[in-house]
Structure formats: structure tokens, C-alpha cells
């Protein structure tokens, strides 16, 4: 009995030693766990982003080897413009901008100016030279046909349709850029939507437009729209010179569906499916026409459409969507 209460007092101090070295491991694990995440989290994240004062703040990529030229599409929103160039010219990826002009009265002088001027001073500031390179591509006739006229001098082949009112952050763009070198016959964008075969009228070859949340529930898709979509700059040409001209003519006339024109062009040149890349959309505008009642019935008048000038329906579904691995936490 009196070894049993001798060894007592040493038992009880081996148990308290015991857990606090089970302690110990603990903290430490869990130290190591924290510091884990952390650079795991530095590891995913070196482009930030953050939306202040109209401003979109990211901590750029290295410099791409190729560059591609921004082509904007605008219609008297001059702050959404200058928003649009303030962010774009501090891409490093960008070798020009290029803005659609299609109103009644060329840009004033002051406007061209404040303009080109930021573009120059933003880019200095992120390490490359813009310098005269953004220039308006100047329209006498109002017409959507405008995007997608041919730009002489252009120096390169990879084009960025964009509208005034959303913005990318650069790290995005460039992944997307990324991803059209991969596949520079097709369209490359982060707007996605399906043409469905329409039985409600019981007749074969008919189609509707399916929207957002069509593309949202079935995971399939058969265009990216050009307000946010890479293309080869060689479908200018054959947009303005080598499509239908009816074509052309019905989308001036409805004043709608040149984004679905240049899907079909696409399509029908290369033979492949567009692809959909994941991004993140910043909205600096108000809704456009798709917010209007009937919009679907009316891009659904364009796909049939443009169906009977091709003599066929040459979009492809697609299901592939575009991650860039380095921001997706789950797989």
C-alpha cells in the first residue's frame, strides 16, 4: 500500500506532464494550420481585387509575350467611357484601345485629349508605354454593324469586344487571353447563352434563345456574346466584306443581334464550339436592351433568321467552362 500512494503523486504529475505536451502539440498544429492557409492564400491570390471610387485596383500579371487591342463599344456615356480607359489602360496585356464611335458628332477635342492623356500617364505608371495608341474608330452611319468593322493598322491578332458599362479586372482578361491562345479560331468570353429547338409551334428547324438562366440550369452553351469576348481580328474583315450582306442589313434595321451575327460568322468559319470563361463582371451601368419586355422573342427572331441565310444552324453546344485554377479552392 504505501509503494501504491508513493507512486500516486508521480502518476498524477506523468498525467498533467501528458496533457500539457498534448497541449502543446495542439497549439502548434494548429500555428502550423494558420500559417498553411496563409500561404496558401498568398499563393492563390497575388492579383487582389478591389472596386473603389471607380477604380478597379489589381496587382498586375508579368507581361505577356503576345498583346491583343481592346475595342470598346460606347453611345454617349462618357463617364462609363473614361471609367472603361482608366481600367484598361493599366492592363499590361493591352497594345491599343480602340472606341466604336458611332454618334452624330465626332468626339469633342477636349474629350480626345483628357482621354489619350490618362491612357499615357496609367500605363507609364504600370511599367509599359500606351502612347498614341488609343485612338476612335470613327462612324458616319449609326449602325450596331460599327463593332465589327475592319481597323486598318491593327498590330494584333487577338481582339477584346467589350462594352462601356462592365469592367474585368486585368488578371482576368489575361487568363481569358490565356485561354484564346490555346484556341484562336474560336470566341472566348464570359457572357454565355443557348439556342434551344422550339416545339411549341410543331414545326422542325425552328429555334429560341435561351438566356442567362437556360445556360445557368442545363450547364450548356452555343455563343459568347461579343460584350465581353476575345475573337482573331481577321472575323472583322470577314464580318464587314464576306457575310451576308441581308444579314447586316436586318441587324441595322432591328438594331439588335450583332453578337449573335458574329457567334454564326465564328461558327461557321471554324467549326468549333465557343469557349466560356469564369470571371468576375463589374456592372457600372444601366441595364440595356436585354432588360426590355420581348428581348428574348426578338434574339430568337435573329437566330431563325440567320439559320435561313446560312441554309443550317452551325452553332455547336459546348458544356467546358474555363477556371483558372490558381483562384479555385475546390475542384
Known amino acids: 500500500m504505501r509503494g501504491s500512494s508513493s507512486r500516486r503523486p508521480e502518476t498524477q504529475r506523468l498525467r498533467q506532464w501528458t496533457a500539457l505536451g498534448s497541449m502543446k502539440i495542439k497549439i502548434i498544429l494548429l500555428f502550423c494550420c494558420i500559417g498553411f492557409a496563409v500561404v496558401v492564400f498568398a499563393a492563390r491570390a497575388p492579383n487582389l481585387v478591389v472596386w473603389t471610387a471607380g477604380r478597379l485596383m489589381v496587382e498586375p500579371f508579368s507581361l505577356p509575350r503576345k498583346r491583343y487591342a481592346i475595342l470598346i463599344n460606347t453611345w454617349k456615356r462618357y463617364d462609363l467611357l473614361k471609367q472603361s480607359i482608366f481600367h484598361y489602360s493599366t492592363c499590361l496585356g493591352v497594345e491599343s484601345i480602340h472606341i466604336v464611335w458611332s ?3 465626332p468626339p469633342s477635342e477636349s474629350l480626345v485629349t483628357f482621354l489619350r492623356q490618362r491612357a499615357k500617364e496609367n500605363s507609364r505608371r504600370h511599367g509599359r508605354e500606351l502612347e498614341d495608341e488609343l485612338r476612335f474608330e470613327i462612324n458616319e452611319e449609326d449602325s450596331l454593324n460599327n463593332r ?5 493598322g491593327l498590330k494584333t491578332e487577338a481582339i477584346f469586344s467589350v462594352d462601356d458599362d462592365v469592367i474585368f479586372p486585368c488578371s482576368t482578361v489575361e487568363f481569358a487571353f490565356s485561354v484564346w491562345q490555346s ?13 434551344w429547338p422550339d416545339h411549341s409551334e410543331g414545326e422542325m428547324g425552328r429555334f429560341r434563345y435561351g438566356g442567362w438562366w437556360s445556360v445557368w440550369w442545363s450547364g450548356t452553351y452555343s455563343m459568347v456574346l461579343s460584350k465581353a469576348a476575345f475573337f482573331h481580328s481577321k472575323y472583322l474583315a470577314i464580318y464587314s466584306n464576306n457575310m451576308p450582306a441581308s444579314i447586316r442589313d436586318y441587324v441595322s434595321k432591328n438594331r439588335n443581334c450583332e453578337d449573335i451575327a458574329m457567334s454564326f460568322l465564328v461558327a461557321n468559319v471554324s467549326g468549333t464550339p465557343p469557349i466560356w470563361v469564369k470571371g468576375k463582371i463589374f456592372e457600372i451601368g444601366s441595364s440595356g436592351i436585354s432588360s426590355l419586355g420581348g428581348h ?10 440567320f439559320v435561313e441565310e446560312y441554309g443550317g444552324m452551325p452553332l455547336l453546344p459546348s458544356t467546358v467552362k474555363a477556371v483558372d485554377s490558381r483562384y479555385t479552392w475546390f475542384w
Open 148 to 152: 465589327f468593322k475592319e481597323i486598318k
Open 183 to 195: 484556341a484562336p479560331e474560336t470566341m472566348v468570353g464570359f457572357v454565355p447563352r443557348m439556342h
Open 103 to 105: 454618334e452624330p458628332e
Open 296 to 305: 428574348n422573342e426578338r434574339r430568337s427572331e435573329c437566330v431563325n433568321r
